[in-house]
T-cell receptor, first 114, second 115 residues
Framework: AQTVTQSQPEMSVQEAETVTLSCTYD???????LFWYKQPPSRQMILVIR??????QNATENRFSVNFQKAAKSFSLKISDSQLGDTAMYFC???????????FGQGTRLTINP | GAVVSQHPSWVICKSGTSVKIECRSL??????MFWYRQFPKQSLMLMAT?????????EQGVEKDKFLINHASLTLSTLTVTSAHPEDSSFYIC???????????FGDGTRLSIL
């Protein structure tokens, strides 16, 4: 079974700083998807970024980028120029392309301080 | 696009009653819908996967008779918590995807409190 591990339960940075959230996963599959979801206090799940495993190029969405290391099974999220609105729980998730089932990590609570 | 509506957002009911939660894809047809449960300060745990017109596939440890899932159309799935008890209190979230290999889009969740 696939597992996703987020080793940082909580992180806190100052506004405008850059922060990196870690995620590792375990799978025997070669084709899969990886995601970062944001869950603010409203508890809505918001897709931040998505990476296809067969793509070597790291995905980027404005201030959000990932460092995808397939061999190391690592998928970290970098948030540049952090903003107060980035305060939220961040979940890393794995999707087995065949089963289409999302497996979530434990989450990292990120606080952006003014 | 890709809006998923979940209703109700919050429900409080007495122990022993049944509660139905609706999940609707508003602007797309969802071949597959998913139901998750989230305990306070914890991650999302997949409960079941439902495909339109067929029986839901439940994850190990999820009681099929307790959590009834119906996916009658390409835009609607329902989760019914039968004979709810306080231990069923939780945050339930649905998601929907257009097809395999497409991202899941989440509803806003339902906070269920059983007294």
């Amino acid at each position: 079974a696939q597992t996703v591990t987020q080793s940082q339960p909580e992180m806190s940075v100052q506004e405008a700083e850059t922060v990196t959230l870690s995620c590792t996963y375990d799978t025997s599959e070669s084709n899969y998807y990886l995601f970062w979801y944001k869950q603010p206090p409203s508890r809505q799940m918001i897709l931040v970024i998505r990476q296809e495993a067969y793509k070597q190029q790291n995905a980027t969405e404005n201030r959000f980028s990932v460092n995808f290391q397939k061999a190391a099974k690592s998928f970290s999220l970098k948030i540049s120029d952090s903003q107060l609105g980035d305060t939220a729980m961040y979940f890393c998730a794995f999707d087995d392309q065949g089963a289409q089932k999302l497996v979530f990590g434990q989450g990292t609570r990120l606080t952006i301080n003014p | 696009g890709a809006v998923v509506s979940q209703h109700p957002s919050w429900v409080i009911c007495k122990s022993g009653t049944s509660v139905k939660i609706e999940c609707r894809s508003l602007d797309f047809q969802a071949t597959t819908m998913f139901w998750y449960r989230q305990f306070p300060k914890q991650s999302l745990m997949l409960m079941a996967t439902s495909n339109e017109g067929s029986k839901a596939t439940y994850e190990q440890g999820v009681e099929k008779d307790k959590f009834l899932i119906n996916h009658a159309s390409l835009t609607l799935s329902t989760l019914t918590v039968t004979s709810a008890h306080p231990e069923d209190s939780s945050f339930y979230i649905c998601s929907a995807s257009r097809q395999a290999a497409q991202p899941q889009h989440f509803g806003d969740g339902t906070r269920l409190s059983i007294l």
